[in-house]
């Protein structure tokens, strides 16, 4: 398990339990060691109220969490990623590979598979588990050829009108030179205005992080969600940190978290996404099996509900849903004075 530096009052007390759960295991002959162990803590001398304390102190410590401490949740190494929810909750998975024009993206999975009952196409971000596959993955960061394979495959999926599912967890699209050349914004362009009129159900769910232009090209959806401790945003905490204040720290990266209403809960007070999935106490990387369960109840109860909206319909809300994101109203009712009117536009 990795551990944040708030949840470390969390590692004595799980010294502890595994100290109490060993006593108990080894029975009258406690081992000399395990012995000591238990006369240091002094503790609770069952395991169950170790555990209930360690429960609450968990709860205490998710409850509270700031925005920038949730955009660390969603980066703990073992959260679970896409082929990891693929394994837990879909059936018959067939991957296809490649975009036809120039080869293949690991950080791009696609694939036929059944989700319950239904079968649909699952397009997801991949940052690897090893050091070797976040490399081959780009950590996560999808070249434009993958973004031409998930619009290739999602064809696919409208061809044989199969409902879409997308799971978005990147920190945005690879940034190098060779992506530039391969055109990684027209690529990233093209999908979202492909996706908008595909004529299929399509849901999304940030799972993870969700970036700027590396989330949207697979996430123009008819429901779009979030897991509970991701985030999604126009730019990272850091990026942002680093143009506002020229530097990426913990306090800059704090702050700027806390501006970009980054979260679930913000995004789902804004209108960006339609619900929040809950997750496991401690996070999906607690317990994967209960956040695949909950991600695969909110897929299917969602198609479900979009399967028998006619087509014309369906790209209409569509296309409606992301034209509303932004739009405000100014109730100041008075135009600005000429002075601050010339000022602001310069």
Request: hydrophobic share 40%; with cysteine; aromatic share 6%.
């Amino acid at each position: 398990m990795s551990y944040l530096d708030f949840e470390k009052p969390l590692v004595e007390l799980e010294r502890q339990i595994e100290a109490a759960r060993a006593a108990r295991a080894s029975g009258p002959g406690t081992p000399p060691g395990v012995a000591a162990e238990l006369g240091a803590i002094e503790a609770i001398d069952d395991p169950e109220s170790l555990e209930a304390k360690h429960r609450e102190m968990l709860a205490r410590i998710y409850a509270n969490l700031g925005p920038w401490e949730t955009v660390r949740v969603a980066r703990v190494p073992n959260r679970p990623q896409t082929r990891d929810y693929i394994n837990l909750m879909c059936r018959d998975f067939a991957e296809l590979h490649g975009d036809r024009r120039y080869g293949d993206d690991p950080a791009l999975v696609t694939g036929f598979a059944r989700i319950g009952s239904i079968k649909c196409l699952i397009v997801g971000h991949q940052k690897g588990r090893d050091t070797q596959e976040r490399i081959a993955c780009h950590f996560g960061c999808a070249h434009p050829e993958g973004y031409r394979k998930a619009l290739a495959k999602m064809k696919m999926a409208e061809k044989f009108g199969l409902p879409i599912v997308t799971l978005v967890d990147t920190p945005g699209a690879y940034p190098g030179l060779g992506a530039e050349q391969r055109g990684q914004a027209e690529a990233i362009a093209v999908n979202m205005l492909e996706m908008s009129r595909l004529r299929v159900p399509i849901v999304s769910v940030v799972i993870g992080e969700g970036g700027s232009g590396g989330a949207l090209g697979i996430a123009v959806a008819d429901r779009v969600s979030m897991l509970q401790y991701a985030w999604y945003s126009v730019i990272s905490p850091e990026g942002c940190a680093a143009i506002l204040w020229k530097q990426a720290n913990e306090q800059t990266n704090t702050l700027a978290a806390r501006a970009l209403k980054l979260t679930a809960k913000d995004n789902l007070s804004l209108g960006i996404v339609d619900d929040v999935v809950p997750e496991p106490l401690g996070g999906a990387h607690r317990n994967p099996v209960e956040a695949a369960a909950n991600l695969e109840r909110w897929i299917t109860t969602t198609l479900l509900n979009l399967k028998d909206v006619d087509p014309a319909v369906l790209v209409d809300r569509r296309y409606q849903r992301f034209r509303r994101l932004g739009a405000y109203i100014d109730k100041s009712g008075q135009e600005p004075p000429l002075e601050e009117a010339d000022e602001s536009a310069m």
